[in-house]
């Protein structure tokens, strides 16, 4: 199991190089000049050449990449002062820290990301399981058939509708908000409650499907014949057995849709005015501020690929055979 | 006897097991066959049997170069092709043929049995005369099949019928020799029988060689002329049938061959020798001889000496065993009980 | 004259798919004694497996049939009901299958699995389960059991799997084991140990024992009496000596011939039954294995397919066939030994 989670770990790393490395070269593949546009109208070629130091873009681009990386765990000396480790840089834009940045945005983003996933997978594997228990009974039907409309929607439809509805029209939901978990969850909870619905809405009705489905080929398998043969009520073979044999494909996809989740953000954000890194994200792209950039990539995938590795962890713990290899 | 069609000697082939912390690398090996020595004879059917996990159907892929070898030479008709290319195997290939254990998934169930048949004959651009359809219709025929379901696909077939389709498209070629890795084991007892019977018309109208690789001793004892008993990677014994089945002289043929029931209730009971413990793992194989961790007879001598595939005193030419304390040629037939848990 | 331990009396099972409804089992009575050995033999589709299910209550009501009686210790099953199925199962009448790598579950470790029926039929406390679970470990010969029972079962060989299986079904000492193909999936050496251990425990606890097998060897071995199965029927019934020493139904002839042996002379050929066996939406009328007969002709014209032949006597050595029985004499002296 350490082997394991040291191998996985090892190879997150150099997964984490690789993108971070790509990002800043595709950035200077780009024809445009970034401190062309922060120098301003009254450019002259001494200023940008002051600009472009400050910037720490006057140096060639592997050296960069050198500094930028090294930074992450040393530190780094900048004009506008010392950045302390782990430093991600300034903003190009607003000077402003892009670690504190993120800091900043990145709660809302994951709350979205985590609070919905509960909310779908508690959702979708439920009804999955009702599904598969009351196989081509009226139940079954109705789950397949919300499932599938389900599946079949957008966020930015479902969320303005929704947000119009319950929000502006009846004021059954608060508009969503982001508030601090530590200081005051039930606000937490209530401002984002409107974006984990409609996320749920669309996931829900996948994990529905997948759940059903793993749950039937289970249930036909030979040793939940066995478990029935040695005596096991039809509670304990359907909940010891079956589901947890039909829960290894189910957190794998899992893992995938964290995934997605968290690079839908950007569209989630927009949709529900919400401020996390995704908006930042955007920014970034617009204002070629490349710092803020390789910080959002890199914090994203940091979450991804730790994710991942949980994801994992839990495959290996739900079935052993993962365990030995 | 006829000129050697099939001679492998020294045939080895192990797999590789990755692993490793950050970089993989090979850290063990199975030693899937480890230096078999075997010949087959124009026309003759050759057993090779053994207990899973003993190498036969790697031997039976290495003698039709779907495997490459690790050492040792495979040659057919006198030329070693253990290395041979792709392209200096094609010519090769019509000749030795492969019939498979699962008829259910050896089909591909989207072609017609027509399609399935004619496949080697247009991959190979062979245009027999009269045309590939009526050779089609033929090779049913030969097989015991309607010539008028060319049309059908398989799952219109029972298992029987589908295995016969198998050996139709193995035929297609004419081949001289083929190797039929247990081809009737997952059929019903009734149809082995017409399989069994349909292989042994083939060997003996056409002249096809066989090697017939099976666990059922029973079926290679009715098939095969010249039977090899393999054991973890080695051949431990090799023999003409009457003298393997009647004076087998390794300690785990005799065991193999003591373990079979039998629906025999007139018989006098017969001796029964009842092996401890299962087959030890192919990746680390027991040093000396392979079989001493399960052998009754074993000494200090058999973990430091392996014993080499020789004619014992006593033997016919060309049954040899690779035994350092072989079975007594002449004490079979008798009541010994030899079950070590009988003994207490 | 006592009844049977178990008493199966016109058991019948059809299950209804979209091809139409499946004759899998038609009118089948047998009894099993207690320390006894009934070994039920057939290929592929004969219903051997179907009537087993059906005395555990294992099949699912929603897509099958099943009328009849089953009567185990003087307790109906066939309309029992689930829950007095579920306190039979694993307790008085445990089940071995085939294959045990597929049939044991990959999740939990084998001490669990014993231990779990352990206290499902005896509320047992977690730690008096798994003390259990390694003294039964250790009956049925695997070695370090006390280390062992925390393993997964793909952690076994298939052989040490099969006894895992052994020692799941006998936690609770049952008095009814059903061993469906219990040695299919194994090499020859290991069946042979399976076999023995059965036999071993058997006589040690008693226990009756249904022995479902497609291998005519292992029934002589194994079993005490031999019910023979051809599409969900009895066709032949009797001891092992009197089945399969004096066959008399013509496909027990057919299995006998068609099966290669290693103590017959070696040139004797092997004889198949000719045909595949019927399907199980259209079963032939009559008796159902008139199609492949060869010796329906001597019957009497339209005897065959006319109306099904009982299974007669009803005790002892019994046939379901409508010759006479000198015509079956002669016809396994004169035809059929010789193969054999």
């Not at chain 2, 399609?115 to 245009?127: C, D, H, K, L, Q």
């Not at chain 3, 007095?84 to 699995?113: C, W």
């Not at chain 3, 047992?124 to 003390?131: F, G, I, M, Q, V």
Request: contains cysteine; hydrophobic residues 40%; neutral net charge.
């Amino acid at each position: 199991m350490y082997r394991f989670l040291i191998r996985r770990i090892l190879g997150a790393v150099v997964i984490l190089l690789i993108i971070s490395a790509v990002t800043f070269f595709l950035f200077f593949a780009i024809p445009r000049d970034p401190a062309r546009l922060a120098c301003g109208k009254l450019c002259t070629p001494e200023s940008l050449e002051i600009v472009r130091h400050n910037m720490g873009i006057d140096e060639p681009v592997f050296l960069q990449y050198w500094h930028w990386l090294t930074a992450i765990f040393t530190g780094r000396d900048f004009t506008y002062g010392h950045c302390d480790a782990p430093c991600l840089g300034y903003s190009f834009v607003n000077q402003e820290p892009i670690f504190n940045a993120i800091v900043d945005r990145f709660p809302t983003t994951l709350s979205l990301t985590i609070g919905a996933a509960v909310v779908f997978l508690f959702f979708g594997v439920g009804a999955g399981m009702v599904a598969a228990a009351r196989q081509g009974r009226a139940l079954d039907k109705i789950a397949s058939s919300a499932s599938l409309l389900g599946a079949s929607m957008q966020i930015y439809f479902v969320g303005v509708l929704a947000t119009w509805i319950l929000v502006d029209q009846t004021q059954i939901l608060q508009r969503p908000t982001y508030h601090d978990f530590t200081a005051n969850p039930v606000a937490w909870a209530s401002g984002l409650l409107l974006p984990w619905l409609v996320l749920s809405i669309i996931f829900t009705a996948n994990y529905t499907r997948m759940t059903r489905s793993s749950m039937v080929e289970q249930l036909s398998e030979d040793y939940v014949r066995t478990a029935r043969a040695k005596g096991m009520s039809t509670r304990t073979v359907f909940l010891r057995f079956a589901w947890r044999g039909s829960m290894g494909p189910i957190v794998t996809i899992f893992g995938v849709d964290l995934g997605v989740l968290l690079g839908g953000a950007i569209i989630t954000e927009q949709t529900f005015s919400l401020h996390g890194i995704g908006e930042l994200s955007i920014k970034a792209v617009e204002n070629q501020d490349l710092p803020m950039l390789l910080g959002v990539v890199l914090v994203s995938a940091t979450a991804i690929v730790l994710f991942n590795i949980v994801v994992d962890a839990v495959y290996a713990f739900i079935d052993p055979r993962v365990r030995l290899n | 006897m006829s000129e050697p069609l099939l001679e492998m000697s020294g045939l080895t082939k192990h797999f590789p097991i990755m692993g490793g912390l950050i970089v993989k690398r090979q850290v063990a090996q199975v030693h899937a066959v480890d230096g078999v020595d075997l010949t087959v004879h124009a026309g003759e059917s050759v057993g090779l049997v053994g207990e899973s996990g003993c190498g036969k159907s790697t031997t039976g892929r290495l003698a039709a170069r779907l495997l490459e070898p690790t050492a040792g030479t495979v040659r057919y008709r006198g030329r070693d092709i253990a290395h041979s290319s792709r392209r200096e195997l094609k010519p090769i290939r019509p000749e030795i043929q492969m019939i498979f254990q699962d008829p259910y998934s050896s089909l591909n169930p989207r072609q017609t049995v027509g399609g399935i048949i004619r496949g080697p004959m247009e991959v190979n651009g062979i245009a027999p005369p009269g045309g590939r359809n009526a050779r089609v219709r033929e090779l049913l025929e030969i097989v015991g099949l309607n010539p008028e379901h060319y049309n059908r696909f398989p799952h219109e077939f029972s298992g029987g019928q589908r295995q016969r389709i198998g050996i139709a498209r193995a035929l297609a070629l004419e081949p001289k020799l083929i190797i039929a890795d247990e081809p009737v084991s997952a059929l019903d007892v009734s149809i082995q029988a017409q399989v069994v019977n349909l292989l042994q018309a083939l060997q003996r109208d056409l002249g096809i060689a066989f090697l017939f690789i099976a666990h059922d001793l029973a079926i290679v004892r009715h098939f095969s002329q010249r039977v090899a008993v393999m054991y973890l990677g080695k051949i431990v014994e090799v023999a003409d049938r009457d003298s393997l089945y009647e004076r087998p002289r390794h300690p785990y043929t005799h065991a193999l061959l003591s373990a079979v029931p039998e629906a025999d209730v007139t018989a006098e009971p017969r001796e029964r020798i009842r092996l401890a413990g299962d087959v030890p793992s192919p990746i680390d194989p027991p040093s000396g001889c392979r079989f001493r961790t399960r052998c009754w007879k074993a000494q200090d001598r058999c973990a430091t000496e392996e014993p080499p595939l020789v004619r014992l005193q006593g033997n016919r030419d060309g049954h040899l065993t690779a035994c350092h304390f072989p079975e007594d040629p002449t004490s079979h037939g008798g009541n010994v009980i030899l079950d070590p848990a009988l003994q207490h | 004259m006592t009844t049977p331990f178990l008493s199966v009396r016109d058991l019948t099972v059809d299950f209804h798919t979209e091809d139409g409804v499946v004759h899998a089992v038609d009118g089948l009575s047998f009894d099993v004694e207690k320390g006894t050995t009934l070994g039920i033999v057939g290929e592929s589709g004969s219903g051997k497996s179907v009537t087993n299910l059906a005395i555990l209550g294992l099949h699912n009501p929603a897509h099958s049939r099943i009328t009849g009686e089953i009567t185990l210790d003087g307790d109906e099953l066939v309309r029992a009901p689930k829950s007095q199925l579920e306190r039979l199962r694993g307790n008085k009448v445990a089940m071995i299958f085939q294959d045990p790598l597929t049939s044991l579950s990959p999740y939990h470790s084998v001490g669990r699995q014993i231990g779990e029926t352990f206290r499902k039929h005896t509320g047992a406390s977690r730690k008096e389960a798994r003390d259990r679970a390694v003294e039964m470990l250790r009956r049925v010969g695997i070695p370090h059991a006390q280390t062992r029972v925390d393993d997964y079962p793909h952690q076994f060989s298939g052989g040490m799997r099969q006894r895992v299986m052994i020692a799941m079904a006998l936690v609770c000492d049952p008095d009814l084991l059903i061993a469906d193909e219990p040695t299919t999936a194994l090499d020859v050496t290991v069946q042979a140990q399976i076999i023995d251990l059965l036999k071993d425990l058997q006589q040690q606890f008693g226990t009756a024992i249904i022995l479902i097998t497609h291998d005519l060897g292992v029934v002589a071995g194994a079993a005490h009496e031999v019910l023979v199965m051809y599409a969900g029927r009895a066709v032949e019934r009797g001891t092992v000596r009197e089945v399969l020493g004096s066959p008399r139904h013509p496909y027990t002839w057919g299995l006998l011939s068609s099966m290669p042996r290693l103590h017959a002379p070696v040139d004797v050929p092997l004889v198949p039954v000719r045909g595949t066996p019927p399907s199980l939406i259209n079963v032939p009328p009559g008796c159902p294995f008139h199609p492949r007969c060869d010796f329906q002709a001597l019957a009497g014209p339209d005897m065959c397919r006319g109306e099904r032949p009982e299974l007669s006597p009803h005790r002892g050595h019994g046939d379901a066939c409508y010759l006479t029985p000198a015509q079956k004499q002669d016809i396994f002296i004169e035809q059929i030994k010789e193969h054999l």
